[in-house]
């Protein structure tokens, strides 16, 4: 009868002809020998062992030839291994006794990704990134379907996908081989190829609904362990791969655990159908509503955006008036072709009336996003006086008024002092001038029609927000609007490691009455493009501030 192999409980069951041959093979040595024989043996010597010998057995063909697997023996067993060899060989598989460059296929049961990586580093064998390590459960499929079965995630013991990496050194790296990972985010090097989106998407929902209830502790311990996953090289298949990370509490690792073993998560789950979040998500989408309008609304019974609109007892303010009325538009994502075209008309504005100014785009689309819901920019002139720092926002918003492209904005003024203490508040807002403002972009300015447009118009509302500060304080503007976990954890670090305040004024030593800093330009441009704190009272070296890197490479 033709074998049938399947599943059960996570071990191998074999029927009829592969049954049949394995109890052969493992109760053949019990046969009682001739006495003749046994007169004349004697005592019967123990022969050494031979590492990485396999049962003598008749050739067979080769039926895949690309592939060559070696079977790991470690957790497994001498038999048991000798025994998959001998079947894997009969279905037509290539399976080395030896570990060789030919192998490209390893297979591996009862262990994790980083246990064969480890085990791979004692055999002074480097894992390419051409070197499959798979479970077990993907031989058995291969022999059952009576071919190679495609490589599938649950196969993986390390899934090698580095095609959109940008940085080879990953490439070169065994990704499981997990060195000591920095507690905070401002020492580890993040970039946008996150290797665990099922994990970080669960924490970051879990993380916005603990902000909805306004507890803070919980959502900052979901989105530290979302951003330490994000910089890692590899994905977690086992809860072995969690040792030795960072930022991983007990609440952390059950949802871990769960999502390994079921695939998704029942908090994550419960938390996407409960009506109180799925409302605040809606409420807080709308441009000028927070958490305090949310809470209000939602108290009052309201569900949707229709019924909240059509509430003649509401009173709204002007932003939240100008969010419902571009609401179609500002919900919509902003694609960096538009991000590009807005800072074009940002420029054109600020050169009319500071030619020496430099115009910085920040938040994400600084970061390397492709999408984002608003566009950042920081502006800053060093040779401009402070009444020309002072008129020149409400110049570009009377300019743009006159065009007919300002939708609505709202003015602050700056209240920065030089010789007042910084703010102790870690995310405090800055003392700059700034503007909140919806501009209209029209398609035609967006390169080659990349405009996300509703049918029969001709313009889209954008949601900009512009910072004007000081020259002499531009590094520390430009790092706190560029954002990121990075930069949050930055000022974590100051205070909780060097007893300093950062914000984005300056960096204060608490021992002393201000310590100045300073950017550094990377490349050598006259045009600073990434601000670098070089204080050696800082504490942190140029290997592990990673603030010398581009933003691009600190995405969290």
């Known amino acids: 009868m033709t074998s049938e192999l399947f599943m059960k409980e996570g071990r ?33 010597k123990k022969r050494p062992r031979q590492m990485g010998a396999s049962m003598v057995s008749p050739p067979h063909d080769i039926k895949f030839r690309d592939l060559v697997l070696y079977i790991l023996e470690k957790k497994m067993g001498t038999t048991r291994r000798a025994f998959l060899m001998e079947l894997a060989r009969s279905k037509g598989f290539r399976v080395e006794n030896e570990l060789s460059d030919s192998v490209t296929h390893i297979v591996a049961e009862n262990n994790s990704g980083s246990d064969v990586l480890e085990w791979l580093q004692v055999q002074n064998v480097k894992a390419s990134s051409q070197l499959e390590l798979l479970d077990i459960s993907w031989l058995i499929e291969s022999m059952g379907a009576g071919k190679p079965v495609e490589v599938a995630g649950k196969h993986q013991l390390v899934r090698r996908d580095y095609s959109a990496s940008p940085n080879p050194e990953l490439q070169k790296t065994p990704p499981l081989v997990v060195k000591k990972i920095p507690l905070y985010a401002c020492q580890r090097r993040t970039t946008l190829n996150n290797f665990n989106h099922i994990f970080t998407d669960a924490f970051e929902v879990l993380a916005e609904n603990y902000e909805f209830k306004e507890n803070e502790i919980s959502s900052a311990t979901f989105m530290r362990a979302a951003s330490v996953l994000k910089s890692l090289p590899f994905t977690i298949i086992s809860m072995k791969d969690t040792e030795g990370i960072p930022c991983l509490e007990d609440k952390v690792k059950c949802v871990i655990e769960e999502i390994i073993e079921d695939g998704e998560s029942s908090e994550v789950k419960a938390v996407l159908n409960d009506e109180r979040y799925q409302s605040f998500k809606l409420f807080t989408s709308v441009f000028g509503v927070g958490l305090k309008t949310s ?37 919509s994502c902003v694609t960096r072709a538009e991000a590009e075209a807005v800072g074009v008309l940002v420029k054109e504005a600020v050169w009319a009336f500071l030619p020496d100014a430099f115009v910085t785009m920040t938040g994400g689309f600084r970061r390397g996003k492709k999408i984002g819901h608003d566009v950042d920019f920081l502006i800053t002139s060093p040779g401009s006086t402070d009444e020309e720092e002072e008129q020149l926002l409400p110049k570009v918003i009377n300019l743009w008024q006159r065009k007919e492209l300002l939708l609505y904005y709202d003015l602050v003024e700056s209240t920065f002092e030089k010789l007042k203490l910084p703010s102790r508040k870690v995310d405090a807002l800055d003392h700059f001038q700034k503007c909140f403002l919806i501009l209209k972009l029209h398609h035609q300015r967006v390169d080659s029609g990349k405009c996300s447009q509703q049918e029969g118009k001709t313009w889209k509302a954008i949601r900009v927000d512009l910072v004007m500060c000081p020259y002499e304080r531009r590094a520390f503007a430009l790092l706190g609007w560029t954002g990121s976990r990075f930069e949050r954890d930055l000022r974590r670090y100051a205070t909780h490691e060097r007893k300093m305040i950062l914000d984005n004024h300056a960096l204060y030593d608490k021992t002393k009455i201000t310590v100045e800093g300073s950017w550094k330009d990377p490349d050598g441009s006259t045009v600073p493009t990434w601000p670098r704190i070089y204080l050696k009272g800082f504490g942190l070296k140029d290997d592990e501030l990673v603030g010398s890197l581009e933003p691009v490479q600190r995405e969290h």
């Open 12 to 44: 191998l069951s074999l029927t009829s002809g592969d049954t049949d041959r394995w109890h052969r093979q493992k109760h053949q040595k019990l046969l009682p020998m001739d006495p003749l024989q046994m007169a004349h043996s004697g005592p019967r």
């Open 295 to 331: 809470e209000k609304w939602f108290r009052m019974g309201f569900r949707t955006l229709s019924k909240i609109k059509s509430d003649k007892t509401l009173k709204f303010t002007q932003m939240q008036k100008a969010g419902f009325l571009y609401y179609e538009d500002l919900v």
